[in-house]
């Protein structure tokens, strides 16, 4: 049902009572499709844990998680927030393939405090051999990198003002690094004030429109680790540190259509019509983010700024498309939350290999309209079993 975009199991229900001759050649179904009610309670009383392991065995046989990018991200389940005491979205863990945007585990946790125990326990579920493993900046924590190490993977991690002292430092250096960078050019006897560190630090810039905003980026990089406090004695691990610099501009237009967003500089100054003049309270907002960064392997700053991109794949390629089309933050179930959650995955899953391989449309909502007008897509993808995606 959800692979067809019924996105309700009253919905779901109802698609197959309408197939029920087409799924009697693989299931016996013989009092044909069970009730919602009697659907909610078997998906409140299977073992969530179980089910988990089962999703990670199948998807394990389809994809290798080994030198691969797992970018790990935990998603509020907003429509649980009712139903619990504190009124705190419970959440689940995702980790994800980044570059094809599978799910290959999944963790409940209570709420967002639970992110940093739940982490490394999915961690030891995976074979993380070779891979890059990267998370948003509640993971940078010592015990989950050196976890990632023992077991023969590399991480990519963000520092932000959770970790207020090595975040200061990489503002700090990067800040003046970038300033005597541009000393240097216009004067050839120009002496930094890190030597060391110059010599080893590296930018870069990218412009892009994306949707309907203007798009700076500047990544830096530094194998110079030094810089912080914390890689003498707590990450003597961390060989690149780095800092990512955002600013996104909304796109305006006048009344004939003409472009008329704002230059950086005017953006920064005034703002613009659609938005005020943006103000940096954290290091992260709508209008401008600044994030540090930190990593085992010596990366130059297009590499970095490339995982970093590809982490946030997970919101655009996952979260939203949970929430969007499969309506999961609407949901109203309690008990069989995970186990929905799951199906979910199932369905999301199977969609994002058919498009992969080139058997449906590329849009999720589009594929789900093929799944449900072809049986023949049905038949190889949910009762002929998916061989190995690589």
Not at 153 to 167: C, D, I, T
Not at 319 to 334: G, I, M, N, Q
Not at 368 to 388: P, Q
Request: glycine share 6%; charged share 35%.
């Amino acid at each position: 049902g959800f692979l067809t975009g019924r996105t309700t199991i009253r919905r779901s229900l109802k698609w197959c009572e309408k197939h029920l001759e087409e799924l009697r050649e693989y299931l016996p179904l013989k009092n044909g499709i069970a009730s919602p009610s009697t659907v909610c309670r078997l998906l409140s009383g299977i073992d969530e844990e179980l089910f988990a392991l089962e999703f990670m065995e199948w998807i394990g046989e389809i994809v290798d998680t080994k030198g691969i990018h797992l970018a790990v991200d935990g998603k509020a389940l907003r429509a649980g927030m009712e139903k619990v005491k504190d009124f705190r979205a419970p959440m689940i863990l995702n980790v994800i393939d980044a570059v094809t945007g599978l799910v290959v585990a999944q963790m409940p946790i209570k709420n967002k405090d639970c992110e940093i125990k739940a982490i490394p326990e999915v961690l030891k579920l995976l074979d993380i051999r070779g891979s890059i493993v990267t998370t948003d900046a509640v993971g940078t924590q010592t015990q989950i990198m050196e976890q990632i190490l023992s077991r023969e993977g590399h991480f990519v991690l963000m520092v932000k003002k959770n970790q207020p002292q090595s975040y200061g430092e990489i503002v700090k250096y990067f800040g003046e690094m970038s300033e005597d960078k541009k000393r240097m050019k216009e004067n050839e006897t120009y002496r930094p004030r890190y030597p060391g560190m110059q010599e080893k630090y590296e930018e870069i810039s990218q412009k892009e429109r994306n949707r309907d905003r203007e798009e700076y980026r500047w990544y830096s990089v530094c194998t110079e680790c030094s810089l912080l406090t914390k890689t003498q004695k707590e990450w003597p691990f961390v060989k690149t540190v780095g800092l990512a610099r955002q600013i996104r501009i909304p796109v305006e237009r006048d009344g004939q259509g003409n472009d008329m967003t704002p230059d950086i500089k005017t953006f920064l100054e005034k703002g613009s019509r659609r938005r005020p003049k943006p103000v940096q309270e954290a290091e992260t907002g709508k209008d401008i983010q600044e994030t540090g960064m930190i990593s085992d392997m010596e990366l130059s700053a297009e590499e970095m700024g490339r995982i970093k991109r590809e982490h946030w794949a997970v919101e655009n390629r996952l979260h939203h498309v949970l929430d969007d089309t499969f309506r999961e933050d609407r949901s109203p179930a309690k008990k069989s939350k995970h186990n929905l959650g799951l199906i979910r995955k199932f369905a999301y899953n199977i969609l994002r290999i058919a498009i992969l391989s080139g058997d449906c449309a590329e849009l999720i909502t589009e594929a789900m309209d093929d799944f449900s007008d072809d049986h023949l897509l049905r038949k190889k993808y949910v009762f002929g079993g998916i061989d190995s995606f690589y």
